[in-house]
C-alpha cells in the first residue's frame, strides 16, 4: 500500500493528549468532525485548517502521554490525518488509535522536516521522504493490527467478523 502526502509541522516529544485536544473541547464536544476543529488549537490557532485528508503528522518520543481518553486520537482522525509518524508513542495512545483506526508508525524522524513530502509503503515498512530522497524503515505492524485498521478500527473489524479475532497460527 502507498499513500503520497505532505507532512504538517513536526512536534517535538512528549506531545500530550492535553495539547493534541484539550479539555475544555474534550469534554463538551461529542461529535468528531466538531472536536476536530480543535485540535492542537492551545499550540496553534486554527491548526485543524492546515490539515488536508490523508496528510502525515510527525513527532518525536512519547507521542501522546497523559490521558487515556480515546479523544485524541478520533479528533485526529477525524481531522483528515492519515498517519501520525513518531519514534515512539505513549502505550495507551497507541491502543486507543489502533481500537479506533488511526494508523501510528514508529520510526527515527530525525530526517524529516516541516512539508517533506513522504510516501507509506506499509507493504516494506518505509516511509520514503521524496523531498530529501530518503527512505526511512518503520517498525513493523502486527498482522491482525493491519486487519483492525484496515476495517475502522476495533468495532468495525468485530462487527465484519462477529466478533472473532482471526488470529493466524
Known amino acids: 500500500m502507498s499513500n503520497l502526502a505532505h507532512r504538517l509541522k513536526k512536534l517535538q516529544n512528549n506531545v500530550n493528549t492535553d495539547y493534541i485536544i484539550s479539555g475544555r473541547y474534550k469534554f463538551r464536544i461529542r461529535d468528531a468532525r466538531e472536536l476536530a476543529k480543535y485540535v492542537f488549537a492551545d499550540l496553534e490557532k486554527d491548526f485543524y485548517k492546515k490539515v488536508a485528508r490523508g496528510d502525515f503528522l510527525v513527532s518525536g518520543e512519547n507521542f ?10 478520533q479528533a485526529l482522525k477525524a481531522a483528515g490525518l492519515r498517519a501520525v509518524v513518531a519514534k515512539s508513542f505513549a502505550r495507551i495512545f497507541y491502543r486507543n488509535a489502533l481500537n479506533l483506526g488511526l494508523l501510528l508508525l514508529e520510526c527515527n524522524t530525525n530526517y524529516i522536516d516541516d512539508h517533506d513530502e513522504l510516501e507509506l509503503d506499509l507493504g516494506r515498512n518505509i516511509i520514503k521522504n521524496k523531498s530529501k530522497g530518503l527512505n526511512i524503515a518503520c517498525k513493523p505492524i502486527a498482522p491482525l493490527a493491519k486487519k483492525i485498521l484496515a476495517e475502522g478500527g476495533m468495532v468495525e473489524y468485530f462487527k465484519k467478523h462477529k466478533g472473532q479475532l482471526e488470529i493466524e497460527a
Open 64 to 73: 501522546g502521554c497523559g490521558s487515556s481518553r480515546e479523544q485524541a486520537p
